[in-house]
């Protein structure tokens, strides 16, 4: 956990697991299948840290970082090492420091040391060290050779690229693009499977009962680098839901836009807000790639097709009058 001499929080870690279950028709790769789904697009775990890693710093990984419930600035950069969750990561400034003085767990028994003059890893602090794109293998000096214990953040002292070196001659960005167009073009090989499951899931939470809509589709990605394996990981993680749903509340909210003929002039404007109630089914499924550094694809993970069902807001008493409102479009 980092302190500020005012303060910030940190938590705890696991690993994924995986299953060989053989080949995968058309690949030409040994495919596995994850048996801890909850780790496939690792929940605030968190690995200790040697005093140098290798990892991969992602811009804004928002997509992965919503599964955990985290959000992420849009210019701010993420570390994942050996399949951990993403970690915040700090860097010495010259100037402005947004930390003027920063506490932090070091070492494998989290002993704290203060470090100075300290900014988040956002494109403007990592620009002068050579670090752009969305996605780059590093090797960072994780506070100051020290190390660190499982944490959500560390302060990288010294950062490196690797990616589009002699060493790691493939650009991880790259990679990323290929491996999108493959999970792509097995969604499509699968869509009728895809489509049967989540016809089923909504048969069985709805009965006889007609489907309203809206369906919804979210798509998360995850990156990271396995050190002993000398390997990129990129997981794709879709979840699909539609549903029989009303809208209660119908909250009637009044602002003003800039607008009219004369200068000055509003308009007044009306939006109603509104709450989604009803039962939810969905499907949930995904596929991860095992890179080379060279950039030879070599293993897949299948994340299995699994359905589910919610009640959305069924305990919400509105009170009497409150009619519900027209279901958006």
Not at 218 to 234: D, M
């Amino acid at each position: 956990m980092f302190k500020l001499v005012n303060p910030i929080v940190g938590v705890l870690l696991g690993l994924t697991a995986c299953l060989p279950v053989g080949g995968a028709p058309g690949d030409g790769l040994r495919t596995d299948e994850i048996l801890d789904r909850h780790a496939f697009i690792p929940k605030k775990r968190f690995p200790p840290l040697p005093g140098k890693v290798i990892g991969v710093l992602v811009q804004c990984p928002e997509s992965a970082l919503t599964v955990e419930g985290r959000e992420s600035s849009a210019d701010q950069y993420w570390f994942s090492a050996d399949g951990g969750s993403y970690q915040s990561v700090y860097v010495v400034v010259e100037k402005s420091p947004t930390f003027p003085q920063l506490e932090a767990p070091v070492g494998s028994t989290g002993e704290r040391q203060l470090f100075e003059n300290l900014s988040l890893a956002t494109t403007q602090t990592l620009r002068a060290r050579g670090i752009r794109g969305e996605a780059v293998l590093v090797e960072v000096e994780v506070n100051g050779g020290r190390g660190s214990p499982p944490a959500d953040a560390f302060v990288a002292t010294k950062i490196r690229r690797l990616d589009g070196t002699a060493e790691f001659p493939a650009r991880l960005v790259r990679l990323k693009a290929r491996a999108l167009e493959r999970y792509q073009q097995w969604t499509s090989l699968e869509a009728l499977r895809i489509e049967s499951e989540l016809e089923k899931a909504l048969r069985k939470a709805l009965g006889q009962r007609p489907v309203t809509g809206p369906r919804e589709e979210a798509e998360a990605v995850y990156l990271t680098w396995l050190n002993k394996e000398q390997r990129y990981r990129i997981h794709f993680l879709t979840k699909i839901t539609n549903g029989a749903f009303e809208y209660k509340g119908g909250i009637k909210i009044d602002f003003s836009v800039p607008g009219g003929t004369q200068s000055g002039a509003t308009t007044k404007v009306s939006r109603s807000t509104s709450l989604r109630c009803g039962t939810q089914a969905g499907v949930e499924f995904g596929r991860g790639f095992q890179i080379t550094k060279d950039g030879e694809f070599d293993r897949i993970f299948d994340l299995p097709v699994q359905s589910f069902q919610e009640e959305l807001n069924s305990k919400v008493n509105l009170g009497p009058g409150v009619a519900p409102s027209r279901s958006p479009r």
